[in-house]
């Protein structure tokens, strides 16, 4: 499908009914393709935020004393 950026103001729905649909959807502007949008693959939905978890090794002080830790002034001398 294609869809100028008119369309893609106007009609988002639309636009992004198709992509629900499986369709690549390709946005031009001024006649030219400038973008495409694909529908998000399944095992891209499930994959997490490499962040997520990161602090679960650290068993030796819960994760609120860590934050207490590294938000504490710091004292010069």
Do not use: C
Not at 55 to 72: F, I, M, P, S, Y
């Amino acid at each position: 499908m294609e869809a100028t950026t008119r369309d893609l103001r106007l009609h988002t729905k639309e636009v992004l009914s198709a992509t629900r649909r499986g369709e690549d959807v390709i946005i031009t502007y001024r006649g030219k393709p400038t973008a495409r949008l694909v529908p998000i693959q399944e095992e891209q939905k499930a994959d997490r935020n490499p962040g997520f978890g990161m602090w679960a090794d650290h068993q030796e002080l819960g994760v609120d004393q860590q934050v207490r830790n590294l938000r504490k002034r710091r004292k010069f001398d």
